[in-house]
């Protein structure tokens, strides 16, 4: 029962993405291809609204749902992060979908999102087996 907010959020998240189009292969491959800004434009509003939340995060001190302090860690850079941006954009292109739409696709009648599920979790599985020998 304390996983409601979670189930009711995730939802509330698949809505959205299905409703502004942004799980649609279609509208992704116009993307890559430069047709329309459509994705752009969500993209980008994505990454305002992320940065001003951060800063109202560091400003006000929020807590999360469960009360407890927001730890915003600093990262360092790696040159992984290229190779890894890299195979993240090819996948992106090729199947029309990135990792977080991929459910929302799913359960919007897109059967074949389940084979991209699994080449992600898979993806996942390759990553943290070879993790340490990364650069």
Avoid at 62 to 72: P, S
Avoid at 77 to 104: E, K, R, Y
Wanted: a positive charge; glycine letters at 12%; hydrophobic letters at 50%.
């Amino acid at each position: 029962m304390k996983n409601l907010k979670y189930l009711v959020l995730g939802t509330l998240f698949g809505i959205i993405l299905t409703k502004s189009e942004v799980v649609s292969w279609f509208r992704i491959q116009e993307m890559f291809r430069f047709q329309a800004f459509h994705m752009y434009g969500v993209i980008g509003s994505a990454i305002v609204m992320g940065m001003v939340s951060i800063q109202l995060i560091k400003r006000y001190h929020l807590r999360t749902l469960n009360g407890e302090e927001i730890q915003l860690a600093d990262k360092q850079f790696s040159p992984g992060v290229w190779i890894g941006g890299f195979l993240f954009g090819l996948g992106w292109a090729l199947t029309g979908a990135c990792p977080g739409p991929l459910f929302a696709q799913l359960g919007s009648g897109v059967p074949t999102a389940a084979v991209m599920i699994l080449a992600a979790l898979a993806g996942t599985w390759t990553y943290s087996a070879l993790r340490e020998r990364l650069p």
